[in-house]
């Protein structure tokens, strides 16, 4: 909540000063905070007050605007995974993908490899045996290069690292080194102030431990979930957790 205050008043200032292009970029990412904050109309489209997706995409892509672009696809990667459509998250990553060039030097490009590679290995225990080796290396792919990029910034990449190397350990049955980098993936975003991914971290490793049977433990893992998202203020995720 305190974020979309700001965002609205850098939009403010963004109008005032006539900087069209990186004040629709802005209102991509408000739009998005809108919709964790509990004004989600449908996780498959940005949609509300502050983006039109049906109006405003067509404009981008009239004007090539490939950063612009590279932030709308991967806010759609991330809110179509967050809420649970991992077929739509994976069809947002191939277009973030595209307009990764846009973005070099950008947080964009490590939040792609992320999300890319948790959605893939979601997708992973439904998937074809071709499918699983496709994503099965473009996970580890990924993750490789995060790992790289983490080594000179570990406060903000290291449980990144740490969660994907949990899911991957998870679909392919190594059970104790998943519960390890779960945990470390937990305890390194406690510790270094990044709650989404604590709270999804939780949210994974609840969803593990219930897939292995061990419910007192996933209820753990999952009431600390939910209480990570409330504190980061999104209720649509809360909700969503509450019934699924």
């Not at 612009?68 to 990553?93: C, M, P, R, S, T």
């Not at 973005?103 to 045996?129: C, M, Q, W």
């Not at 071709?130 to 290069?145: D, I, P, R, V």
Request: aromatic share 10%; with cysteine.
């Amino acid at each position: 909540p305190q974020l979309e205050q700001k965002m609205v008043n850098y939009n403010h200032l963004l109008f005032q000063l006539k900087q069209e292009t990186v004040l629709t970029w802005n209102q991509i990412y408000r739009q998005t905070v809108l919709e964790l904050m509990g004004n989600l109309a449908s996780s498959d489209i940005l949609l509300g007050e502050a983006y039109s997706e049906e109006k405003l995409l067509a404009l981008l892509l009239k004007a090539n605007d490939r950063v612009g672009l590279q932030h709308f696809y991967l806010q759609k990667v991330i809110l179509a995974y967050l809420f649970g459509d991992v077929e739509l998250a994976l069809e947002n990553a191939a277009q973030a993908e595209v307009y990764l060039d846009g973005v070099a030097g950008f947080i964009n490009v490590p939040e792609y490899h992320f999300y890319d590679s948790l959605a893939r290995l979601a997708a992973y225990p439904s998937a074809t045996k071709e499918e699983q080796e496709e994503h099965l290396f473009y996970a580890t792919s990924n993750l490789k290069k995060l790992q790289k990029k983490a080594l000179s910034a570990p406060i903000i990449l290291q449980h990144k690292c740490d969660l994907i190397a949990a899911e991957k350990a998870r679909v392919l049955g190594d059970i104790v080194i998943a519960m390890e980098y779960y945990d470390c993936a937990i305890a390194g975003a406690q510790e270094n102030g990044y709650i989404q991914v604590q709270a999804l971290a939780s949210e994974l490793a609840g969803a593990f431990y219930l897939s292995i049977g061990r419910e007192k433990n996933a209820k753990t893992y999952l009431t600390e979930a939910r209480y990570c998202y409330q504190r980061w203020g999104a209720k649509a995720k809360v909700e969503h957790l509450e019934s699924t």
